[in-house]
């Protein structure tokens, strides 16, 4: 069983908040402290730092963050139950529900945490809560789509032959939509629209959301599916070329059939071996609170999870979003079918 000197070790070598701060406390990291907090997350530095501020000044615990392109789930598994890690902040239902497969996890019974998350944003046995929202919806070329309207099943129609661009169908964004895909037809429509969808694509899947704004106001294709706060990063970034590619791009708020518009979630998951279980609980209810809720919808331009806080000026330009109502427990249950289909229909092929 590894100790916990690879935490320590790995915030020497990557980004460490703690370290950063100032705070040379990270030889207590593996030890239980009314002090301090272990965070594993795959988010970035620039949108957890305000998050971390503003916790610290409110409760006076130091947060030693680890950053991870990837792994993280696994490291906790490897980790058992010496390791440090308090909380996995993350993206994505299926990550979050990895953890919860893995074990790695543990639930929690919090009513700040119910109040302020709708119950389709969480996990029915406690194991993770979503902390904000992100929808992933159509990104159209302003000058040569004229609809402002669309749904998830019209992508399939033969009218966009060679106008689609989309990263990889296994990318865990396209799996968690085309896992709500199945859950809205039914597999056997589901892997019909799917085969109708790669149809219509103009290349290959392969790069990022990003790739496929860029692609849109290249005039490589006419429409792509990315997340909603893709596009704000873009108009809202330093990068004039990132800049200028979104502007060509209006974004599209899709709905399925008799349903609303894809969602997923950001969450967080408290560890299952926690040292500082006290601590963590006090996290994941401040990324819940007003405070906390404001400003991770604000650096990232997500959708807030609570309703009561408002979203950002770019994202309210999207349009008002109407989620769908398919909890996220439930589409996390069709992810390995989604993902099965995608190689039945050889999408990335
Ligand atoms: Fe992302």
Same mark, same amino acid.
């Not at 690879?6 to 002090?35: D, E, N, W, Y």
């Not at 008002?320 to 999408?347: M, N, Q, Y």
């Given at each position: 069983?590894?100790?916990?000197?690879?935490?320590?070790?790995?915030?020497?070598?990557?980004?460490?908040?703690?370290?950063?701060?100032?705070?040379?406390?990270?030889?207590?990291?593996?030890?239980?402290?009314?002090?301090?907090?272990?965070?594993?997350?795959?988010?970035?530095?620039?949108?957890?730092?305000?998050?971390?501020?503003?916790?610290?000044?409110?409760?006076?615990?130091?947060?030693?963050?680890?950053?991870?392109?990837?792994?993280?789930?696994?490291?906790?598994?490897?980790?058992?139950?010496?390791?440090?890690?308090?909380?996995?902040?993350?993206?994505?239902?299926?990550?979050?529900?990895?953890?919860?497969?893995?074990?790695?996890?543990?639930?929690?019974?919090?009513?700040?945490?119910?109040?302020?998350?709708?119950?389709?944003?969480?996990?029915?046995?406690?194991?993770?809560?979503?902390?904000?929202?992100?929808?992933?919806?159509?990104?159209?070329?302003?000058?040569?789509?004229?609809?402002?309207?669309?749904?998830?099943?019209?992508?399939?129609? &033969? =009218?966009?032959?060679?106008?689609?661009? !989309?990263? +990889?169908?296994?990318? #865990?964004?396209?799996?968690? $939509?085309?896992? /709500?895909?199945?859950?809205?037809?039914?597999?056997?429509?589901?892997?019909?629209?799917?085969?109708?969808?790669?149809?219509?694509?103009?290349?290959?899947?392969?790069?990022?959301?990003?790739?496929?704004?860029?692609?849109?106001?290249?005039?490589?294709?006419?429409?792509?599916?990315?997340?909603?706060?893709?596009?704000?990063?873009?108009?809202?970034?330093?990068?004039?070329?990132?800049?200028?590619?979104?502007?060509?791009?209006?974004?599209?708020?899709?709905?399925?059939?008799?349903?609303?518009?894809?969602?997923?979630?950001?969450?967080?998951?408290?560890?299952?071996?926690?040292?500082?279980?006290?601590?963590?609980?006090?996290?994941?209810?401040?990324?819940?609170?007003?405070?906390?809720?404001?400003?991770?919808?604000?650096?990232?331009?997500?959708?807030?999870?609570? &309703? =009561?806080?408002?979203?950002?000026?770019? !994202?309210? +330009?999207?349009?008002? #979003?109407?989620?769908?109502? $398919?909890?996220? /427990?439930?589409?996390?249950?069709?992810?390995?079918?989604?993902?099965?289909?995608?190689?039945?229909?050889?999408?990335?092929?």
């Amino acid at each position: 069983m590894p100790s916990k000197a690879p935490f320590r070790s790995a915030c020497r070598v990557k980004v460490c908040l703690g370290a950063a701060l100032g705070v040379l406390t990270l030889t207590l990291a593996s030890a239980a402290s009314a002090q301090e907090l272990n965070l594993y997350t795959y988010r970035e530095p620039g949108l957890i730092k305000p998050l971390i501020d503003e916790f610290t000044k409110e409760t006076g615990i130091k947060v030693n963050t680890l950053f991870a392109a990837s792994g993280l789930e696994e490291r906790l598994r490897a980790e058992g139950a010496s390791s440090p890690a308090d909380v996995l902040l993350t993206v994505d239902i299926g990550r979050l529900q990895q953890a919860k497969d893995y074990g790695v996890t543990q639930a929690v019974k919090s009513e700040a945490l119910e109040k302020a998350i709708p119950a389709a944003y969480r996990d029915p046995e406690g194991h993770w809560f979503g902390v904000s929202l992100r929808g992933r919806v159509v990104y159209a070329s302003k000058d040569r789509v004229k609809q402002d309207a669309i749904t998830y099943e019209d992508l399939a129609d &033969p =009218k966009w032959k060679g106008k689609i661009c !989309i990263r +990889s169908g296994q990318h #865990l964004y396209n799996v968690s $939509l085309f896992a /709500a895909a199945i859950a809205h037809m039914g597999e056997a429509k589901a892997e019909e629209w799917l085969k109708g969808l790669k149809a219509n694509l103009a290349k290959k899947p392969s790069g990022g959301d990003r790739d496929v704004v860029k692609d849109i106001a290249a005039g490589v294709c006419d429409i792509g599916l990315g997340n909603t706060y893709y596009v704000a990063l873009m108009l809202n970034g330093k990068d004039a070329d990132q800049r200028k590619q979104a502007e060509a791009v209006k974004v599209i708020l899709p709905t399925f059939q008799g349903g609303g518009t894809h969602v997923n979630i950001s969450g967080v998951t408290l560890a299952k071996h926690a040292p500082n279980r006290e601590n963590a609980l006090k996290f994941m209810a401040f990324l819940t609170s007003d405070t906390g809720q404001r400003i991770h919808a604000h650096v990232n331009h997500e959708y807030p999870i609570n &309703p =009561k806080i408002s979203v950002d000026e770019t !994202i309210a +330009s999207f349009g008002d #979003l109407k989620p769908d109502t $398919l909890p996220i /427990a439930e589409i996390a249950k069709l992810r390995k079918t989604a993902s099965e289909l995608v190689d039945k229909v050889g999408f990335d092929r």
